[in-house]
């Protein structure tokens, strides 16, 4: 069932990404939601709900920092997503921002201050033969009550939200909110595709277990 990891939304989603937005810069860091230094990791429990909400996969997956390396005029940390492929983190301003060896190309995926219900554009475009997208990110607020198996924590939510109307009249809808807690990093994902106003997929992501190094 892995192996058939809905590839043909998530190829759609991974062309979105090879195009992004500038942010305008702020001066305040990243470290206390994602921290990130040498021999840090996450473990994560992932589970898949069809559209009926009927779990059709389960597995765990670990992100861990296992090297550093001058990124520019910052410092950019290497990531193994334990799948086969890294990613190098690096924080710039008050945006984190991630290349991927899939794509080659620096992504912001998070922004710390904004002020809560603030919206950012990440991307937007029209991509040849899918259509016009756009993606955003939105800040909820912080000392958002999050309770998982692990523990509870107050997790500052932010919400990245896709959408895309291809070619075809078909209208994805993806969104995918994220909560983080200082000095733990992610604890928990609900990431949900809508296709045509129809929910197509759920994947929650819980973290288990983590190691967080001072820098």
């Known amino acids: 069932m892995r192996a058939l990891r809905f590839f043909s939304i998530f190829f759609i989603f991974a062309v979105l990404d090879s195009c ?3 942010f305008e810069p702020y001066t305040t860091n990243l470290e206390h939601l994602v921290p990130l230094a040498y021999g840090n990791y996450w473990m994560y429990n992932v589970r898949q709900y069809d559209e009926k909400g009927m779990v059709i996969d389960s597995f765990y997956e670990t992100v861990s920092v296992i090297d550093s390396q001058k990124d520019g005029g910052s410092m950019g940390y290497v990531v193994d997503y334990g799948t086969g492929h890294l990613g190098l983190w690096s924080e710039y301003h008050g945006d984190l921002y991630v290349v991927n060896d899939t794509n080659g190309n620096a992504l912001p995926i998070l922004r710390y201050p904004m002020n809560p219900g603030e919206t950012v554009p990440l991307t937007k475009g029209v991509i040849h033969d899918l259509g016009k997208f ?82």
């Open 134 to 215: 756009e993606k955003n990110l939105k800040y909820f607020g912080e000392n958002q009550s999050v309770v998982i198996p692990t523990g509870s924590y107050s997790c500052y939510h932010y919400e990245t939200i896709t959408m895309l109307d291809t070619s075809n009249r078909m209208q994805l809808y993806r969104t995918q909110d994220s909560y983080y807690a200082a000095n733990v990093g992610l604890v928990e994902e609900v990431d949900s595709t809508v296709i045509n106003g129809v929910m197509t997929r759920t994947e929650v992501r819980e973290l288990t277990s983590y190691r967080v190094n001072d820098n």
């Open 20 to 22: 992004r937005l500038p």
